[in-house]
């Protein structure tokens, strides 16, 4: 079946440090990916997606590569800031089951001033 | 625009009990999924409804069950309460037939079990 592993937090970095957040999945198909962002007492939130192999997601300064060949989709940021402290997910859903999203189990990342 | 709303936003039952939590879709959407996020953990797919019919169910026993309403809004029923059912629970709505869309996520109702 599929399944999203993403690394374990909590990542703590300091203000303006480069974050990367790693996400592999294994599929039977061709899946779309996704980022969310979940702040604290909050629902989830999309942060950025790809939808085919070598599609390159960007928001709010995050980007995100969909690599096929080594069934990848890391996250990173170049410069983070304190309100990005929050729990991020990477996901998947498949194109004959749109809309049934497999979920990592999160990485929390606090960022300190 | 509202936004996918939840309610109620907090709840407390008891093991045995029956619980129901309620959604409302964001306004243009039609398609309704639910999901149980336990603590520290990712989101589980629960179910999926369209046109008021399930279309696609994760891996959860029957004492979960759901409903549509021609409004697009949803219920979720959970029988026969246990403690491992505490959680939060989050619906998100989407478009059914514009595969690509975004699915946008309430901000979830706090359910625990005691």
């Known amino acids: 079946g599929n399944s999203v592993t993403q690394m374990e937090g909590p990542v703590t970095l300091s203000e303006e440090a480069f974050l990367t957040i790693n996400c592999t999945y294994t599929?039977?198909?061709?899946?779309?990916l996704f980022w969310y962002v979940q702040y604290p007492g909050e629902g989830l939130q999309l942060l950025l997606k790809a939808t085919k192999a070598d599609d390159k997601g960007s928001n709010k300064g995050f980007e995100a590569t969909y690599r096929k060949e080594t069934t990848s989709f890391h996250l990173e940021k170049g410069s983070v800031q304190v309100s990005d402290s929050a729990v991020y997910f990477c996901?998947?859903?498949?194109?004959?089951?749109?809309?049934?999203?497999?979920f990592g189990a999160g990485t929390q990342v606090v960022v300190t001033p | 625009d509202a936004g996918v709303t939840q309610s109620p936003t907090h709840l407390i039952k008891t093991r045995g009990q029956q619980v129901t939590l309620r959604c409302s879709p964001k306004s243009g959407h039609d398609t309704v999924s639910w999901y149980q996020q336990a603590l520290g953990q990712g989101p589980q797919f629960i179910f999926q409804?369209?046109?008021?019919?399930?279309?696609q169910r994760g891996n959860f026993p029957d004492r979960f069950s759901g409903h549509q309403f021609p409004n697009y809004s949803s219920e979720l029923n959970v029988n026969a309460l246990l403690l491992g059912d505490s959680a939060l629970y989050l619906c998100?709505?989407?478009?059914?037939?514009?595969?690509?869309?975004?699915?946008?996520f309430g901000q979830g109702t706090r359910l625990t079990v005691v």
């Open positions: 996901a998947l859903t498949e194109s004959d089951s749109w809309g049934k999203l497999q």
């Open positions: 409804y369209y046109e008021e019919e399930e279309r």
């Open positions: 599929a039977t198909g061709y899946p779309s």
């Open positions: 998100a709505s989407s478009t059914y037939r514009d595969s690509g869309t975004e699915a946008f």
